[in-house]
């Protein structure tokens, strides 16, 4: 939505739902290559030490049987004899007698320790080249006699560092691959979500006509949004015939209320009828018409209540429907002796929105305050904007609602029990209410102290679909 | 006057036809849409009174037909629909105005005396309204009776300009209400006659001869002739 700070459309996206997927797809995702990446490097060196040793024994197996034949002095000659049969530049082989070494490596490598089977070890070599690091086994003989057989450990140090290289090459590429894949899943999502979430927001604001938009891929998205259209569908047909329904109603019922009002008439006109007849069928009549006038009433606030009724939005001054509606009780006020303050920016303030039932709104709210206050009381008519809103405020110093009362004397047919000698139907605020509810509003009454306070909420900039 | 009424129901006719024929007019009464669609071509008629709903054709579809072929006479849709935006349906087809049931018979009769007057002084382009000694200038909005300057508030000019453009006639409290005010609903109507004393003072109080009038069972008349 426009006008949201970056950082709370930041935050409502990391509450989302497709965000929350992504993360954890993300997660999954990097877990089994990392895992799968350890493992094929774990083998790999595995496998190469393993082949190494293989060597190693190969060669210390070749030697022992030499000494099981020829004895031990027998080595110095096979060792030789093996370095120059070999091809291989990686493998050393030393046998040391006292003071006398053999082989091709030496001196003998102080770190070996003959105690252990095998070990690693790094003999540091001249001419700046890297030291030179073995897998070594040594075995030890009697009068000091030790044979050691070495492997160079370049080839797996290589292969090692490859695999760390390409392993962390490897999970660095697929880290970027999901999280821009996680991220296209949210963005999906979110997209198709998005035209569902905003059919829904129209809808709700009465644009009843709006659909979903279906893509035609056939998928739980496109499931979804046709639900949703169909249940609008059945929606709007029920709207349909209730709108229908109170349109046949209110014509059933005007009918028969207006023939009835018309024979009534007829009546007070004859001139065989006596004066007394006369005035209580005009008290009749007039009963008629409230009987009328609360039907309006009740379709009004039907008509509002059901958020249905945009197509009457045009652009409205509400300073002007205010001032009009005061000056329209002026005189009242002054045969009351009622005091009025006026509190109207100079500058009008603008709106879209039914014209007639914000009149009538504020015509309620005026009345109300007119009529329950006793003479020579205090009223006051309040206009002005907040944010995205015009708020209107009637109060007086009259009597007011009791605090148990306040919230139900928006309801239907509500009146305080002192106010039953006063003309009117309970449906006044109700009116208000809906009126403000169709206009994204709020009606909301507040102890003036003495006295009721109405504030009257209405949204400025409502769409009109 | 000679006025077509089409209405299906029986009471009503009745009541409208008597009361027309009472007041001195000439009534031809159709009961459906296609009686009233086929009289309305035939013969000329000063003013129509359409009921919304009759069967056979809507009053509306009544309403768009005439049109259509150029039929310019003025025409009253009556309803018992009274939701504002049947009222706009109905003006949109072609109706030049809107009664919805119950109605006092004086209402319906100011409000086909109002359409049949309509387009003398009401839609011209007149800058001064004169009525005897009563004079408003629209344009510098001063209201003068005699050489008196009269002061008047917004509504006030509103109101006495509303009646001034049809002197003489009968003007109703809810025609103010919707003509003065742009209320299509019904508030305590009480408080037209109270804006109208107001007015009254201003207007009447000082001097001898009374121009704004009260009609009993309908609603106001400015004029110079005593009633
Ligand atoms: N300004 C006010 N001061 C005191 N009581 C009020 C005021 N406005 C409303 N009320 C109480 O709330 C009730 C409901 O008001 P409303 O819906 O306008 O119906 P009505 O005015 O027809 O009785 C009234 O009957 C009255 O008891
Ligand atoms: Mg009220």
């Known amino acids: ?465 | 006057m000679k006025i077509l009424l089409v209405e299906d129901d029986d009471s009503h006719a009745q009541f409208i036809v008597d009361g027309l024929k009472q007041a001195g007019h000439t009534v031809d009464h159709a009961k459906d849409g296609m009686d009233g669609l086929f009289l309305a071509t035939e013969e000329k008629y000063d003013v129509m009174i359409v009921d919304r709903m009759v069967p056979k054709l809507d009053g509306l579809a009544i309403i768009q037909a005439l049109r259509a072929s150029g039929n310019k006479s003025p025409v009253l849709i009556l309803s018992s629909l009274s939701k504002v935006d049947e009222r706009i349906k109905g003006l949109k087809a072609g109706g030049d105005d809107y009664l919805t049931k119950p109605f006092e018979f004086g209402e319906l009769i100011a409000r086909i005396e109002a359409l049949v007057r309509r387009g003398s002084l009401e839609q011209s382009e007149q800058t001064i309204l004169k009525l005897d000694d009563l004079e408003m200038n629209l344009l510098t909005r001063v209201v003068k009776r005699g050489s008196s300057l009269i002061e008047l508030k917004n509504k006030e000019f509103r109101l006495l300009e509303f009646l001034m453009r049809r002197p003489d006639q009968v003007v109703t409290r809810t025609m103010l209400l919707e003509g003065v005010w742009d209320f299509h609903f019904s508030p305590n109507t009480n408080l037209i006659d109270a804006q109208m004393s107001k007015l009254r003072q201003k207007v009447d109080k000082d001097f001898k001869k009374q121009l704004i009038h009260t009609v009993r069972g309908a609603g106001y008349k400015i004029s110079a002739q005593e009633v």
């Open chain 1, 1 to 465: 939505m426009p006008g949201e700070s970056l950082s709370v459309k930041i935050k409502s996206a990391l509450r989302s739902f497709s965000f929350r997927v992504g993360v954890l797809f993300f997660v999954a995702l990097c877990t089994t290559l990392i895992v799968l990446r350890v493992h094929i490097y774990y083998q790999s060196v595995s496998t190469a030490y393993e082949d190494i040793r293989a060597i190693v024994n190969a060669h210390a197996e070749e030697i022992s049987q030499g000494i099981d034949k020829y004895g031990i002095s027998y080595v110095h000659y096979l060792v030789k004899a093996m370095i120059e049969d070999t091809q291989d530049k990686h493998l050393y082989l030393v046998f040391r007698e006292g003071k006398h070494l053999s082989g091709n490596l030496s001196p003998w490598p102080s770190e070996i320790n003959l105690k252990l089977h095998w070990q690693e070890i790094s003999i540091p070599q001249d001419d700046e080249k890297p030291p030179l690091h073995l897998l070594v086994k040594a075995t030890s003989y009697k009068n000091n006699g030790a044979l050691l057989i070495g492997y160079d450990l370049q080839r797996v140090d290589f292969l090692r560092d490859t695999l760390l290289r390409v392993a962390i090459a490897n999970i660095l590429l697929s880290l970027l691959m999901s999280f821009s894949l996680s991220i296209l899943v949210v963005w999906l999502v979110n997209r198709h979500l998005q035209f569902i979430n905003r059919a829904c927001e129209r809808v709700m604001r009465g644009q009843l006509q709006y659909r979903v938009l279906v893509r035609g891929a056939n998928d739980q998205f496109d499931k979804l949004g046709a639900n949703i259209n169909s249940m609008l569908d059945w929606i709007a047909t029920l709207l349909g015939t209730v709108r229908d329904s109170t349109n046949a109603i209110a014509h059933d019922m005007r009918t028969p209320l207006s023939r009835h009002r018309i024979e009534l008439q007829a009546l007070i006109d004859d001139p065989g009828i006596s004066p007394a007849v006369r005035e209580k069928i005009g008290a009749a009549v007039m009963r008629v018409d409230g009987i009328v006038e609360m039907f309006d009433n009740i379709l009004s606030i039907a008509k509002a209540e059901s958020r249905t009724g945009t197509e009457l939005f045009v652009e409205i001054n509400m300073n002007e429907i205010v001032e009009d509606v005061i000056e329209f009780y002026a005189a009242l006020l002054e045969e009351q002796r009622q005091q009025l303050t006026v509190d109207i920016p100079l500058t009008p303030l603008w709106m879209t929105g039914d014209k007639q039932l914000i009149s009538q709104a504020v015509v309620n709210l005026v009345d109300n305050a007119v009529k329950y206050t006793p003479e020579g009381g205090h009223i006051r008519v309040s206009l002005r904007a907040e944010g995205s809103f015009i708020i209107a405020t009637v109060s007086d110093n009259g009597p007011g609602i009791p605090k148990q009362f306040m919230n139900q004397a928006k309801e239907r047919f509500f009146r305080v029990d002192e106010s039953r000698n006063t003309p009117g139907t309970g449906l006044g605020l109700s009116l208000v209410n809906a009126v403000a509810t169709l206009h994204h509003g709020t009606l909301t009454l507040t102890d003036n102290d003495p006295g009721l306070c109405a504030t009257l909420r209405l949204s400025r900039n409502i769409e009109v679909g």
